[in-house]
């Protein structure tokens, strides 16, 4: 096939204790998944889902910009699933065989303009699909462990806890997730889920280190700049 442009580079994550590198294609992100207060009642209806681009997915490692165009710029830690096989109108029960691993990830947002979103009615990509907005640690293959249902997930700024929970609080299960976009695009191999976050999202300010994990999946660190 002849190009007009030279194609961009594939975006790309390593796989845990390999050389190999899993090929990112698109980035689907779930909303609130998580009970946020106590007595917060079930949701009756499966939760909203946007996208972020392939290119905001980044390696965790080092560094996180602080991107412009915001002044509250917020951390959500979040189980990511790396699907390994196309599906479309995938059964619950059979969702785990549409997974090839588990990350741990950052959905990175510019919560002021979200909310300015939110009250003129607008769309997220301002607020979620920037650059380096979805950094995420190597992919561990599914292969390799259980399936993570009841793991510690949990989010430190400057070594003071923020978010903490069991991947048993998510309201809707992987698998459930998984079927509820099938219904709505054909899954293929390469894109990333984001599930879902717990309560205590917040600010990051410039110096500030983020260390974040699931357990029995990962760990991260990133110092904004």
Known sequence: MEFVLPAPAPCALPVAHSTAHFPVGRVFCIGRNYRWTANEPAPADMPAWFMKPATAVAPATGTLPYPPGTEDFCHEVELVVA???????????????????YAVGLDMT????Q???????GPWEPAKAFDHSAPCSPIVPAASIDPPRD???RLAVNGT????????????PVADLI???S????????DLVFTGTPAGVGPLQRGDVVDASVAGIGHLSLTVT
């Open 115 to 121: 909310q300015q979103a939110k009250r003129a009615g």
């Open 179 to 181: 079927a509820m976009l």
């Open 151 to 153: 793991g510690e997930i």
């Open 110 to 113: 510019r919560r002021d303009l």
């Open 83 to 101: 699907i390994g096989r196309d599906g479309r109108d995938i059964d619950p029960a059979q969702a785990h065989a549409h997974i090839w691993g």
């Open 161 to 172: 806890e923020r978010q903490r929970a069991t991947l048993a609080d998510l309201i809707w």
């Open 183 to 190: 219904r709505s695009v054909t899954l293929r191999a390469g």
